[in-house]
């Protein structure tokens, strides 16, 4: 069952980790078929969604917000209601609504993965956030290092890449004073 629950919004002294679902949380192999979405590589969905939580626990204040072709195609609650319970307790907002003015919906698909965490970023006044994503090489500028970019085929699987967000979450949350309330 999928609650009611409604994307909420991001202030700006919010610390943000925008999440990928495809090449993150499992192999960027998942399609969606008549029988609902299907992993057609080894594993599962979601497979490594305990991973990213074992992470996070050292950073309980960090919210989430979802930066995912899924919350396109199935809509925030359902995109949501597919991480495990306390991956969507964390989870507050998506790059993508379907409040979006006409033009916007029309142009999101047009815009890299960047562009479109950047205008989520510019609307919510936030400064202290970081990506995961198995964005390819040449759509995140080289002098920006808030991606953490992932091996399509491992995501989180990948310790370097485990190590990787770990680091750049203490290095946010130090250079960025954010306390853990």
């Known amino acids: 069952m999928i609650n009611s629950v409604r994307p909420r919004v991001i202030r ?12 993150v ?3 960027d192999a998942a399609f ?7 992993l057609r590589a080894p594993g599962k969905l979601m497979m ?3 991973i990213l939580h074992n992470i996070l626990r050292d950073f309980p204040v960090l919210k989430i917000s979802l930066s995912t ?13 597919a991480l495990p319970a306390s991956l969507q307790d964390r989870t507050v907002s998506a790059t993508w609504h379907s409040r979006m003015r006409n033009a916007a919906r029309e142009e999101y698909d047009l815009f890299t993965r960047y562009e479109q965490i950047c205008g989520a970023v510019t609307r919510a006044g936030i400064t202290r956030w970081i ?14 290092d808030r991606l953490v970019r992932c091996d399509p085929n491992l995501g989180l699987g990948s310790e370097q ?16 004073g954010c306390g853990e309330n």
């Open 161 to 176: 890449t485990q190590l990787e967000l770990r680091a750049k979450l203490q290095l946010l949350f130090r250079e960025g």
């Open 131 to 144: 990506a995961i994503d198995d964005d390819p090489d040449f759509s995140w500028p080289e002098h920006d």
């Open 32 to 38: 969606r078929t008549k029988r609902g979405i299907e």
């Open 69 to 81: 072709s899924w919350v396109r195609m199935l809509g925030y609650q359902r995109a949501r209601a």
């Open 12 to 23: 700006p002294d919010d610390v943000i980790l925008f999440l990928d679902f495809d090449g």
């Open 48 to 50: 490594h969604a305990e």
């Open 25 to 27: 949380l499992h192999p």
